[in-house]
């Protein structure tokens, strides 16, 4: 079935001698400007008039404005191949000497565009639809092509995923970029296989913005790079037993992006790749959909989700791009790196007997320059007056591992281990010169039996009433999640009453 409003054979007549190729003005289209543009063949739909009312825009990154969803859609609908490219005429060029001497083939502007995005979604039956997008100054390319012929459900799942890829694209192409992925996780997972999606932007003459995400039923990831560093997301979606609620894995979300938050204050992290990474953790981890856990061997009851993140498992990283602010000291430069990770590994031979282990972790490296007075503004240049400064290393690391244990369905094993380190160098400089090199080493390491906590009764006190068990467990749970601050790890482990019974 064809929509006639999508694809349509263009109005405007072919010029003689490029039977494949047409010259459109920019006025036919209802644009102000009077350039001409050429097409890659007749075939018109509603993404051509997109791209010849995206062709006036002066902006490159709003080329690809409205494109990739209408694209969607128009696969979703039509489920038909489509190509189309568009270029304008060089200025002073003759609309038809040019259309004569330049053939259809290259016309076609498909892989030369400075910004380029592609989006392939595999569906269950194993269809493989790819769209592809570039934009240049004078040019705009789509082009969208189907391995097999798409059945309503999969054109349905399809549609459903086009504003999705246009945020995609819209977030990508600003300035700073914005990573939103989060639309593009939340398919149906019955129908589509996996969503594959690439892009590369050109920021400015020598920087390009490039992105490559990837998603389907066990897992997701996401790497981009680009002036302002790299990151690298991946999150493992084949355990679904240990997930918790949706409020606990908001809660925990929230949590991991509030270390990621003190370690940017305490390692002087700056620039877009902080906020960047926050965006892309976010999207992977912000719905995992939903997961047929009954059918796990080992499911996990309430008292074991208090004592674990309710987040998948992931391994997450970003580094800022390194900068050399000092002319002096070519060698000192300002650098942050951090690194975040969950694990859990659930075993046994049954329900009864079963075991639950997670462990998180973080750790940041950073380098950095600082005024020797708070209030001080560094202007390092290569005079000896401006070289007075504090040259900062930090090197943290933290972990929190939880670890419970059943045998034949009685608790038998619940600790928590956690412990947190921060090291400080501090080089001051004055006039040039090195005054003083101290380190200043801060740690602390706790370890805890939950046996009792969990259980009271085993010790003579009184069992927890249904209200103080909640309160227990809720408060477990914010202690279990990883503290990079060590001094975090003296807090009270709990409320005066259940510390100490009755």
Wanted: no cysteine.
């Amino acid at each position: 079935m064809t929509n006639t409003s999508r694809t349509a054979t263009a109005g405007a007549a072919p010029v003689s001698g490029a039977a494949s190729s047409t010259v459109v003005r920019l006025g036919e289209q209802g644009e102000a400007s009077s350039r001409a543009l050429v097409w890659e063949n007749r075939t018109h739909s509603t993404s051509a008039t997109l791209m010849a009312r995206n062709m006036g825009n002066d902006e490159l990154s709003t080329r690809l404005s409205g494109l990739g969803s209408e694209l969607l859609k128009q696969v979703a609908y039509d489920g038909a191949d489509f190509s189309q490219s568009v270029q304008q005429l060089p200025a002073g060029a003759a609309s038809d000497t040019y259309a004569l001497q330049v053939s259809p083939a290259k016309i076609s502007q498909h892989g030369l565009g400075d910004n380029q995005i592609s989006l392939s979604i595999t569906t269950t039956s194993g269809i493989k639809v790819d769209l592809k997008l570039d934009a240049s100054d004078g040019s705009i390319a789509v082009e969208a092509h189907s391995s097999g012929k798409l059945n309503e459900v999969e054109r349905k799942a399809l549609g459903k995923l086009s504003e999705a890829f246009q945020k995609s694209i819209d977030g990508l192409t600003e300035n700073p970029p914005r990573i939103d992925l989060a639309g593009l996780t939340q398919f149906d997972s019955n129908v589509l296989a996996a969503v594959d999606l690439k892009g590369q932007i050109k920021i400015d003459a020598k920087d390009t913005q490039r992105l490559e995400f990837h998603a389907d039923s066990i897992g997701r990831s996401l790497s981009f790079s680009g002036p302002a560093g790299v990151a690298n997301i991946a999150v493992d979606l084949s355990k679904p037993a240990s997930w918790g609620s949706k409020e606990q894995q908001a809660g925990a979300l929230e949590h991991y992006l509030q270390q990621v938050d003190q370690a940017a204050t305490r390692g002087q992290g700056r620039g877009a790749i902080i906020g960047m990474f926050k965006q892309g953790f976010s999207a992977l981890n912000s719905d995992y959909g939903s997961r047929p856990v009954a059918q796990q061997a080992i499911a996990l009851n309430q008292q074991d989700h208090a004592l674990t993140t309710g987040l998948a498992d992931f391994n997450a990283s970003f580094a800022q791009t390194e900068e050399f602010p000092n002319p002096a000291r070519s060698t000192e430069k300002d650098s942050f790196a951090y690194e975040l990770a969950q694990k859990t590994s659930i075993s046994g031979g049954s329900q009864l007997n079963r075991s639950i282990s997670q462990e998180q972790s973080s750790h940041l490296k950073a380098r950095y320059h600082a005024p020797i007075k708070a209030d001080a503004i560094l202007a390092l240049d290569l005079s000896p007056n401006s070289q007075n400064y504090n040259y900062v290393t930090i090197d943290d690391a933290a972990s929190s591992a939880t670890e419970i244990a059943y045998n034949k369905g009685v608790l038998a094993k619940a600790t928590l281990d956690m412990q947190a380190s921060q090291s400080t160098r501090t080089l001051r400089y004055s006039l040039g010169k090195l005054q003083d090199d101290h380190t200043t080493p801060l740690g602390k390491h706790s370890t805890r039996d939950l046996l009792a906590t969990l259980e009271p009764e085993r010790t003579g006190r009184d069992p927890l009433s249904a209200s103080e068990q909640a309160q227990m467990l809720a408060t477990l749970h914010q202690q279990i999640l990883l503290q990079q601050n060590p001094d975090a790890l003296s807090a009270s482990p709990l409320p005066e009453r259940l510390r100490t019974g009755r």
